[in-house]
C-alpha cells in the first residue's frame, strides 16, 4: 500500500507560481510517480510522470515549459514546481503512484492517489 498527500495548493493570480508537494508513504519503492488534475466538469488529465528506473520525464503539451517535476526519494516526496500559470490550469491535483508500466500517462497506470489539492489561478 501506498499513502499520498499533496500540499501547496491555494489562490495565485495568472502568470504567477505555486509549488506542489506531494508525501508518499508506505510501499513507494519502484513506483511510477504522475500528476494529474480535474477541472469542474472534466475528467481528470495527465500532466506529468517520473518513472522510477530511468527517472525519465513526460509532460502534457499544454504543460511542458511551464511546470516542472521532480522527485527526492531520500524524502519520497515528488514536487510539481508551476510557473506562467494560466485561469485554464485552474483544477484539482491529484499525484499518483503506480508499478513501473507503460501507461504512465494514462489514469490506468496508476493504483494509488492523494485526496487531491485545489489551484485556483485568477485573470
Known amino acids: 500500500q501506498v499513502q499520498l498527500a499533496e500540499s501547496g495548493g491555494g489562490l495565485v493570480q495568472a502568470g504567477g507560481s505555486l509549488r506542489l508537494s506531494c508525501a508518499a508513504s508506505?510501499?513507494?519503492?519502484?513506483?511510477?510517480m504522475g500528476w494529474f488534475r480535474q477541472a469542474p466538469g472534466q475528467e481528470r488529465e495527465f500532466v506529468g510522470a517520473?518513472?522510477?528506473?530511468?527517472?525519465?520525464?513526460t509532460y502534457a503539451d499544454s504543460v511542458k515549459g511551464r511546470f516542472t517535476i521532480s522527485r527526492d526519494n531520500a524524502k519520497n516526496t515528488l514536487y510539481l514546481q508551476m510557473s506562467s500559470l494560466k485561469p485554464a490550469d485552474t483544477a484539482v491535483y491529484y499525484c499518483?503512484?503506480?508499478?513501473?508500466?507503460?501507461?504512465?500517462?494514462?489514469?490506468?497506470?496508476?493504483?494509488?492517489w492523494g485526496q487531491g489539492t485545489q489551484v485556483t489561478v485568477s485573470s
Open positions: 499518483a503512484a503506480g508499478p513501473q508500466s507503460l501507461r504512465y500517462t494514462s489514469r490506468l497506470g496508476y493504483q494509488y
Open positions: 508506505g510501499r513507494t519503492f519502484r513506483n511510477d
Open positions: 517520473i518513472r522510477w528506473g530511468d527517472q525519465a520525464i
